[in-house]
Structures are given as C-alpha cells and as structure tokens.
C-alpha cells in the first residue's frame, strides 16, 4: 500500500519486505513483523490495532491455516507453534483481566467526585462503535449496551431531596436545611455502599466470564 493508507488486510502474519510500518507504537522496517496473534484461535485475545504504512510498502502475509497447512507432518514445528500460541493467549488473558480491573478501579476511584465522568474512563474500554464491523465482537458481553449513559446515570451528582410539611399555622413549607442536607449524606452513602458492591460483583463477573471462554487446541482446525 501507499504511504500513509492502513493496511487492511485478513488476519495473518506479515513480513515486511520493503518500507516502514507504524504498529501498536512501534516502527517496524525491513524484515519485520507483526499480526503473530493469528496462532490464537481465540480471536478476542488478539490485537485489533490497525498497521499503517509510513512509506510505500511490500509484505508478505500468511493466513493461520496457511502456517498450520505448512507445519502438517513436521511434528517439532507443531510444537513450536503450539507453545507459541498457547505464550501469546496467556499474555493477552492476563492483560484483559488486569485491564477490567484497572477499569473497575477507576470507577471506584470517582465514585465520590461531585461531577460527572470523565471520558478517559470510557477511554480504557473498547466500544463497539470504535471496531471495524468485520471485527469479532465476542467480547462485546463485557460492555452495557450504552457504557457512557451508564456511568454517567452512576456518577451524577445526586439532587437535593425536597419535603413538604406542615406548620402548626397551616401553611405550607419545607423541611430545614441541616434536615434536607442529612438526607442528602444517607442518599450519597447508600449509593457508595452500592458502588463498593458493585465493583466487587463486576470484577468477579468478568473473571469468571474470562474463564469461562474454552481455550481450544491452538492446532484444531
């Protein structure tokens, strides 16, 4: 592709056989490679980051059943490959558990700040409007159907509690302002109760939903 266009092409292995590439952060040139995840059959455990030519390039790729075709009757190269799958599916579980923690953490963190969610939050988390369509989205149990209504619904700050009552001339008024502000603090209270619990809930959650995806035989078909 020419310089500057993103190289949109299957999932598969890249060698770089002439031009600079940007991917994931990093520049890679001649003889280089990324798209190594494709071992991973699991495709919610591979990057989804997109490779952008930085000038003309030319690459070679490989789709996994091509890899896989290659190493049938070589039993050591299926080893390899094997133990190089299962390496990169481990690394990329741990990164996705640790990533909903920190998540969850922050949440945590703003439950008590008197204004409404700040978008990096939002950042840490994949949406699915940020995925190309042709994307997998086995992961999308991980999300509410709208994550930024969600929180921020979580995080605003509460109103104050009007009452009405009656004075002993009949008319009517309002509660005072240190009874009005109590019930306000029992609100704010009860609602950091929640979020405490809720934080646990979801952390346990998405663990356990992690566990729950089978990993399969990197070499099954």
């Not at 070589?74 to 690394?91: M, Q, Y």
């Not at 009552?165 to 008024?173: C, E, I, K, Q, Y």
């Not at 019930?183 to 209270?189: D, G, K, W």
């Not at 929640?194 to 089978?214: H, N, T």
Request: hydrophobic share 40%; with cysteine; net charge positive.
């Amino acid at each position: 592709p020419p310089a500057a266009q993103a190289i949109l092409y299957p999932p598969a292995l890249h060698v770089i056989h002439a031009g600079k590439v940007i991917y994931g952060g990093r520049v890679l040139k001649q003889n280089g490679c990324w798209g190594e995840d494709v071992l991973i059959k699991a495709r919610h455990l591979r990057n989804r980051s997109l490779a952008r030519a930085i000038t003309y390039v030319e690459a070679y790729f490989i789709t996994r059943d091509g890899i896989f075709g290659l190493a049938e009757g070589f039993e050591e190269i299926r080893d390899r490959l094997k133990r190089t799958a299962v390496s990169i599916a481990f690394r990329r579980y741990v990164t996705l558990v640790a990533r909903a923690a920190r998540v969850v953490d922050t949440v945590k963190d703003m439950s008590m700040m008197p204004r409404n969610v700040d978008t990096e939050v939002l950042s840490e988390v994949e949406t699915p409007a940020s995925v190309p369509l042709n994307a997998d989205r086995s992961w999308a149990w991980m999300l509410p159907t709208n994550p930024a209504m969600a929180l921020k619904e979580a995080f605003t700050r509460p109103k104050p509690i009007k009452s009405s009552t009656r004075t002993a001339s009949g008319t009517s008024g309002t509660h005072s302002q240190s009874s009005n502000t109590d019930l306000l603090r029992a609100e704010v209270a009860k609602a950091g109760s929640s979020i405490s619990q809720g934080r646990e809930k979801l952390l346990a959650a998405s663990i356990s939903r992690l566990r729950a995806v089978p990993f399969e035989d990197p070499l099954s078909a």
